[in-house]
């Protein structure tokens, strides 16, 4: 037989009450089933815990070594059942999400202050990183959720990555200066002469923008390379080129212009990836609810569909 937290709780009601029948009133119970528990518990310990003469209760030389240890472990009982609970009812607990730099600058921070308002007590930890590198800390376990940009031959069947976001690329020029092109949409052929601002090797757009270019029949030429998203942009401000960039990053960059592409035109498809036999914490969970939320109302910038 063991020892049971029920049976520790009605010991300490019965020793803090010195009165069986306040005891079992004070815990909702009847004063026979209170009794049957600490007779059993007695059993178990192979002592008496109570004196009973003329009605009145004193605690034994065993009840009075038991006492303090029975107070502390039905006090961590209860202090991990409201630690769970403000877990579960989200007034506790952190989120460790990834995006990519693209979507950290656009689509992250809308969303994270819209969870912000609803979950104030979250912790919020934001991991930005390339679509491999995140997909890397997923399996590592180090990420509860990521923003990747799926590819096409699909991610590790460790994890499910669902389809959320379909995205355009546009060719970003500044605004100042004269368009890349005379028409309205831009004919990749066009870049052939013009030079390009290019991320870094290893980064994802860099990759895409190299094999659309080789698809058209041209290598092109680069005015500065190895930057990530943000520095790209800077450069681009500059004067010192264009770059072919997903369309979200260019919503609040007024000194940038927006060229759509001719038909078929580059788009890449955004999934929220998590691992597939894990349960998401109750927090990871909001945060997955809020995401999916704000992209089914429609709030999203020219060029960006939901899925």
């Known amino acids: 037989m063991k020892v049971q937290l029920q049976q520790l709780r009605y010991f300490v ?5 010195r009165h069986f029948t306040q005891a079992a009133d004070s815990l909702d119970v009847s004063q026979p089933t209170l009794s049957k528990q600490i007779h059993t518990l007695e059993q178990t310990l192979g002592a008496p815990l109570f004196e009973r003469v003329r009605g009145a209760v004193a605690l034994t030389a065993a009840g009075e070594t038991l006492l303090p240890l029975a107070r502390r472990m039905v006090a961590d009982a209860d202090a991990a059942r409201d630690a769970v609970q403000e877990i579960v009812g ?6 460790r999400v990834g995006a990519t730099p693209s979507l ?3 689509l992250v921070p809308t969303v994270l202050r819209r969870f912000r308002t609803e979950h104030p007590d979250i912790e919020l930890h934001v991991n930005e990183g390339s679509s491999q590198d995140l997909i890397t800390d997923l399996l590592a376990r180090d990420l509860d959720l990521a923003l990747i940009v799926h590819p096409e031959q699909g991610v590790d069947p460790a994890l499910h990555a669902a389809p959320v976001l379909r995205e355009s690329l546009v060719v970003a020029s500044v605004a100042a200066g004269p368009p890349p092109t005379a028409n309205r949409q831009l004919a990749l052929t ?5 030079p390009l601002v290019m991320f870094r ?6 990759d895409v923008t190299l094999e659309a270019c080789r698809g058209a029949g041209f290598i092109p030429r680069f005015a500065v390379e190895g930057g990530e998203m943000d520095a790209v942009l800077a450069f681009v401000e500059a004067g010192l080129g264009v770059a072919l960039v997903p369309s979200m990053v260019l919503v ?3 000194l940038l212009r927006a060229t759509p592409l001719a038909p078929p035109g580059m788009r890449r498809t955004i999934a929220l990836a998590h691992r597939r036999r894990a349960v998401l914490p109750h927090a990871a969970e909001a945060l997955r609810a809020t995401l999916l939320d704000h992209i089914a109302t429609g709030e999203l910038p020219f060029g960006v569909q939901p899925l």
């Not at 009601?13 to 009450?17: G, K, L, R, S």
């Not at 989200?90 to 989120?95: A, I, W």
């Open 201 to 206: 090797p290893g980064y994802d757009l860099r």
């Open 13 to 17: 009601a019965v020793a803090e009450t």
């Open 104 to 106: 950290c600058s656009s």
């Open 90 to 95: 989200l007034r506790r607990g952190r989120v």
């Open 252 to 254: 609040n960059r007024p």
């Open 190 to 194: 066009e870049l052939r002469d013009t």
